[in-house]
């Protein structure tokens, strides 16, 4: 059971225009929500994340927007440019109630090519 | 520098072979992971390990066998149990890095059966 949906698999944008990247959770549990970007041959690096008290987060170019009730996040990229071409992967995970670690669940990925 | 090294970067194995992939951190993290790529697939969690001499199996573990004997090292064991090998193989550690927990990566090894 896929309980993080990106069913986008590519998505392609003409540089300078807006990216938008979107994601669906199933599971009403998760709480902590992430996107990591990913270079082929590459392990994922750490883009932006979100908590469920919160609707919006931004960091430069980069804001994720989060929907509670829809069980969807979306990440926009303004503008898009040339080396945000990569995988792009959402995840979400559930805190535990001692606030320890716990695993992320991920989603299949939207490959994003930004033309020129 | 602080970071995760995996070791190799590839590494190929013939049918019936066991192979073990490394990795190792200097983050000091507690928590690692192991998770596999595979084209359309997303990431699939193999094991984890919340702490030293601990493991728990993730959603593929079969064909898969970890240890944790000291917290800076989780190596990978593929065994010839594992009927479709090929992929590229990720390690991550978890950080708290504000509102909550998330990984850092290291740069991965792709496995390949020949």
């Known amino acids: 059971d896929q309980q993080v949906k990106q069913n986008s698999p590519s998505l392609s944008v003409q540089e300078g225009r807006i990216s938008i990247l979107n994601c669906d959770y199933t599971?009403?549990?998760?709480?902590?929500f992430l996107w990591y970007k990913k270079y082929p041959a590459e392990g994922p690096t750490f883009l932006i994340s979100i908590s469920s008290i919160k609707d919006k987060n931004e960091d430069g170019r980069f804001t994720v927007f989060l929907n509670k009730s829809a069980k969807h996040l979306s990440l926009h990229i303004v503008p898009s440019q040339p080396g945000d071409s990569a995988v792009y992967f959402c995840?979400?995970?559930?805190?535990?109630?001692?606030?320890?670690?716990?695993?992320?669940?991920f989603g299949t990925g939207t490959r994003l090519q930004v033309t020129l | 520098d602080g970071g995760i090294t995996q070791s190799p970067k590839y590494l190929f194995r013939k049918e019936g072979q066991n192979v073990t992939l490394s990795c190792e951190q200097n983050?000091?993290?507690?928590?690692m992971y192991w998770y596999r790529q595979d084209p359309g697939q997303g990431l699939r969690l193999i094991y984890y390990s919340q702490i030293v001499n601990d493991f728990q199996k993730g959603d593929i573990a079969e064909g898969y066998s970890v240890s944790r004997e000291k917290k800076e090292s989780f190596p990978l064991t593929v065994t010839s149990a594992q009927k479709n090998p090929t992929a590229f193989y990720l390690c991550a550690t978890q950080r708290w890095q504000g509102g909550g927990y998330g990984y850092t990566f290291g740069s991965g090894t792709r496995l390949t059966v020949v």
């Open positions: 599971n009403s549990m998760f709480d902590y």
């Open positions: 995840a979400a995970s559930v805190m535990s109630g001692t606030g320890t670690a716990s695993k992320l669940t």
């Open positions: 983050l000091n993290h507690d928590a």
